[in-house]
């Protein structure tokens, strides 16, 4: 596992300081074509002890090492109170570009993938939710990173589909049940949101009794990929039941 990701030699002022816990990926991109090393060079020049991100990948694929997998970076505002606090619980990945004017290779986005694939194995993340983007991480006004042509939303379906390693299956029947016979939960909650993902945008309102098609699971985050009628969505698990 990472054993594609480069070391670009940098040398960084001062010790890094490892994280505690981790439970986030932040996505960004450059905003322009910079290279590692200039990405590095330029945030010690602002007094930082080096680059801020922990991983960066390149147009052409390849991934390169930033402060490292395990260090805290300093990728997002501490001092903006939506993220502060983020950097000793995240990993930032930076993809060089500007996606805001142009679209993401093919090789870039297939290293993107398997970056946040393993990233999410080795800390055994439980759901996509937590793959954001800055300005997701940040709220509404205040950075456009990464951009609207950044694939994050293709990226997080890419590990819901399980992705490269297998992360997040559909749950297997037992020998004793019918692996044909559909899973059927019903609305136990007067009003219950279906989202286009978790914690996403609410496409559809159902109400108490509503037959629901079990399709999957996030089992940390008690989200439930359901059907219900041509629908497809999110909802809390909570608030259904077989």
């Known amino acids: ?16 300081t490892k994280r505690r816990k981790t439970d986030l990926i932040i996505l960004h991109h450059v905003e322009g074509t910079m290279s590692v090393q200039a990405i590095h060079q330029m945030h010690l020049d ?7 991100y922990n991983i960066y990948i390149d147009k052409d694929g390849t991934v390169y090492w930033g402060r490292g997998l395990e260090y805290e970076g ?3 505002s501490n001092s903006y109170s939506k993220t502060k606090g983020i950097n000793a619980r995240s990993v930032g990945i930076v993809c060089n570009g500007n996606f805001l004017k142009e679209k993401m290779s093919d090789a870039q986005k297939n290293a993107l993938k398997q970056v946040v694939a393993d990233v999410v194995r080795y800390y055994k993340f439980e759901s996509s939710a937590q793959i954001v ?3 997701e991480a940040a709220g509404s006004g205040y950075t456009d990173c990464p951009g609207t042509n950044f694939p994050t939303e293709e990226v997080r379906e890419y590990i819901r589909q399980g992705g490269q390693p297998t992360l997040f299956p559909t749950p297997q029947p ?26 996403g945008k609410v496409i559809k309102k159902l109400k108490r009794g509503d037959k629901l098609t079990l399709q999957r699971y996030v089992k940390c ?22």
Do not use: Q
């Open 46 to 52: 602002r007094g930082h002890k080096g680059i801020d």
């Open 1 to 16: 596992m990472f054993e594609y990701v480069k070391d670009a030699g940098l040398k960084f002022n001062g010790s890094l």
């Open 74 to 76: 300093g990728h997002v």
């Open 133 to 135: 983007s800055h300005k």
């Open 174 to 199: 037992t020998p004793a049940e019918d692996p044909n016979k559909p899973i059927v939960y019903t609305v136990k909650v007067g009003t219950l949101n279906m989202r286009k993902e978790p914690n």
């Open 221 to 242: 985050e008690n989200w439930a990929r359901v059907m219900h009628g041509k629908t497809e969505g999110w909802v809390w698990l909570d608030y259904i039941g077989e």
